[in-house]
């Protein structure tokens, strides 16, 4: 196990999940882009941590969030950037790139003991279900998304042209 490094390889966060769950660790997963970090993402980490011993945040690369519909100039932070800011929590205890649209891949390879997802995905949308022990869904705090940010910031810079 790498002792002391959170931004990890797939082959590093299995070691790491192995060593965890030998421990009798439950292990916590949830995931997202994180374009612009806000109190919504914090308060979604601080639930995820409290549903077991270690958090792993799967962010979406680059790539994986244009897959997503997000807009042509999204994302506007950087996946290392994303990736370092996400792991610099101290709620987080690893996070991983993705490059795929969906952490399918990654949630199979963990089978983490509590899947976090947003009260905005019906339980039955939520993709890697399957792998985990349980779901849970995080509430969506009521002006507070990377999008909603966005559009405030492009709407004043229009308003002050």
Known sequence: MVQGKKIVNQQ???????YWRKNGETIVFTN???????????????????????LVVGVNSDE???????????????????????????LVDAAILFSEETPLDLIALIK???????????????VGREFAARVERAPILPGYSSSIIIDRIQNSREEAS
């Open 32 to 54: 997202g882009v994180f374009d612009i970090l806000h109190r919504g993402h914090l308060i979604s980490f601080e639930l995820a941590a409290g549903f077991g011993d270690r």
């Open 112 to 126: 983490p003991d509590v899947l976090l997802k947003g009260e905005d995905y019906a339980i039955d949308q939520i």
């Open 12 to 18: 590093e966060l299995q070691s790491m999940v192995n």
């Open 64 to 90: 994986s969030a244009r897959s997503l519909s997000k807009g042509p100039d999204r994302p506007f932070v950087s996946q290392n950037d994303r990736v370092s800011l996400v792991a610099a929590f101290g």
